[in-house]
């Protein structure tokens, strides 16, 4: 019996369940294209790109690949001229994360797209399934750059699986290897997707050192806050931001009542700090990530992994 053969598989069209996040503008038409022709499940990250941008990011993705990929969307910052392209443009799975969606969601299925929605929290896993999702993503606060501050990826799989099932659910956050994907699939669910790990592949768009940056820290050495969002001036409810520890953020992050203040004094060097790839968005994952790999070589890895693990 092939234990990664799951429902989730079937659904998304797939053949490893092993979803890349769609990390706005870090994801590339190169990234998707080989997580997609690996079996996988590659997503472009619409957040960052303007409605031409992600027409000729899609058009280029098609001409790597002939496998379902996905656009992903933020709910809370959507644009609705990319979720209109992308519906247009029938693109094989609509990700979607940060807000509810029952409109969109129907609006997808009619257009003949499956919708893959990510949740922080039992309840939202819930009443997501309930509004028609396809796959839902249970998201823990191990994950990087925006997630829940609730509950770990531990304890939120296994409720969220059993309040929605039989829709499937991938696991995120604190994911980067065939050990999480087999532990992903004991807690019950169908596959996993994983943000940090595809972060430190040969496809995926880095600023400056930051891949350096992902090779040589630990997940300990990660710090969640609402610094990043505050001081940038994004408005994203219910999500912390989870980042490597770096000297802006050990001289800020606890102090969150002068943010306000200071913000326009501090942001061009969060800025630069982003840009040179001193501050970098990644999850506790971080720690288990050691060579950066083509994103193809990387899903069968950490599939062939599973599956030793599995049985």
Not at 275 to 302: N, Q, T
Request: charged share 20%.
């Amino acid at each position: 019996m092939n234990r990664l053969a799951t429902p989730a598989c079937e659904v998304l069209g797939i053949e490893i369940p092993i979803v890349q996040a769609g990390m706005s503008t870090y994801t590339s038409a190169e990234l998707v294209a080989a997580v997609s022709n690996a079996g996988g499940l590659g997503v472009i990250g619409a957040l960052g790109r303007n409605r031409d941008d992600l027409r000729d990011e899609i058009r280029r993705v098609r001409a790597l690949t002939s496998k379902p990929f996905g656009v992903n969307h933020v709910v809370c910052l959507i644009d609705d001229e990319c979720v209109e392209l992308t519906l247009a443009q029938r693109v094989p799975v609509l990700s979607l994360s940060w807000g509810r969606a029952a409109e969109l969601t129907a609006r997808a299925h009619e257009a003949g797209v499956k919708v893959m929605h990510q949740v922080t929290t039992p309840e939202e896993a819930g009443a997501t399934a309930a509004e028609g999702a396809d796959v839902i993503v249970a998201q823990g606060t191990e994950g990087g750059g925006h997630v829940g501050s609730s509950m770990s990826t531990m304890a939120l799989v296994p409720q969220s699986v059993d309040i929605v099932k039989p829709v499937p659910v991938l696991a995120a956050g604190g994911i980067a290897d065939g050990r999480g994907l087999a532990a992903a699939i004991m807690l019950g669910a169908q596959g996993v997707l994983m943000g940090t790990r595809f972060l430190a592949t040969v496809e995926c768009h880095g600023r400056g050192h930051s891949k350096d940056a992902l090779l040589n820290s630990l997940g300990s050495q990660t710090l969640a806050s609402k610094f990043y969002d505050d001081v940038s001036g994004i408005q994203w409810p219910g999500s912390v931001v989870r980042a490597i520890r770096n000297p802006l953020l050990d001289e800020w992050a606890r102090r969150p009542d002068e943010w306000g203040r200071v913000a326009d004094e501090v942001r061009p060097a969060l800025q630069a700090a982003v840009a040179h790839g001193d501050f970098v968005l990644a999850g506790e994952s971080v720690g288990l990530v050691h060579e950066i790999l083509p994103a193809g070589e990387l899903v069968k890895k950490i599939a062939d992994g599973a599956r030793a693990l599995l049985g």
